[in-house]
């Protein structure tokens, strides 16, 4: 199973990263949709695509606007968004709003209550998160691996989260600030090294990967990766265009 960072910044894209986006290409599963969908049709196979959304902040669903471009490229027979009940309206509303987009794109669009089983035996559980309008954390189990990804929300090792994530092969966790910007994280609803690292031992997880990262920092290392790994040692700052095998 091979999951694909097309977009690892936080907020609004930059010279290095789009805002949050993974993928997983055979399977045709979709977490986040932000300004890295457009690379989506580089690495899709199959007919369908499952796209699940931790929330409606513009960063990770305006991706959804570029639809009409993948299917140029790659035909899907079936787009099903899911969410939050209470949040799949608004983006139909105000996000296709008629006044600030064309046409509405070809998507259906389903609570996340409601989903399926994951191809390939796989079982996909989602988690709440404390972030300012409500956000989902989702964890994915497959026979052969197991990941959980949690963005826009405040680390902690005492996080009610922890145990949602626990055990997991990889989690795939938002690093907005390093620890010297704390207070900013604390303000915004958003995590800082340190306090991620913590929570992937205490949970004991196999490896951590950091995303969704302050757009203003460009650097090899904006998160003091040496400190995250003194805490964690298995701890790796996510890039775009990354693949990882589960």
């Known amino acids: 199973m091979k999951l694909v960072f097309l977009g690892t910044g936080g907020y609004h894209p930059n010279n290095r990263r789009h805002t949050a986006c993974l993928l997983f290409p055979q399977i045709g599963v979709m977490l986040d949709a932000g300004t890295g969908f457009f690379r989506a049709a580089k ?62 794109p070809p998507y259906r669009f389903q609570p996340v209550e409601q989903f399926q089983p994951l191809p390939d035996g796989g079982v996909l559980k ?67 090294t340190s306090a991620v690292a913590r929570l992937a031992a205490k949970a004991d997880v196999g490896r951590l990967l950091l995303t969704h990262i302050n757009p203003l920092c460009e650097d090899d290392d904006p998160v003091d ?15 775009d265009g990354m693949e990882i095998g589960l």
């Not at 695509?49 to 991706?63: E, Q, R, S």
């Not at 005492?158 to 055990?167: K, N, P, V």
């Not at 040496?226 to 298995?234: K, M």
């Open 43 to 104: 690495y899709l196979s199959g007919t369908h695509l499952d796209i699940f959304l931790t929330h409606a902040h513009l960063d990770h669903v305006i991706g959804l606007s570029y639809l009409f471009d993948l299917l140029a490229v790659h035909p899907l027979e079936r787009i099903t968004v899911h969410g939050a009940a209470d949040k799949l309206p608004a983006i139909q509303e105000h996000l296709f709003s008629p006044t600030l987009f064309p046409q509405m």
């Open 126 to 192: 989602h988690f709440p998160l404390e972030h300012p309008g409500g956000v989902l954390g989702f964890r994915l189990d497959w026979p052969s691996g197991s990941m959980a990804y949690v963005t826009d929300t405040t680390a902690s090792p005492d996080a009610l989260y922890s145990g949602s994530i626990a055990g997991v092969d990889l989690l795939v966790h938002e690093c907005y600030f390093p620890d010297k910007y704390k207070d900013w994280a604390i303000k915004t609803g958003h995590s800082w």
């Open 225 to 239: 990766l040496s400190l995250a790994r003194s805490i964690f040692p298995a701890t790796d700052v996510a890039e």
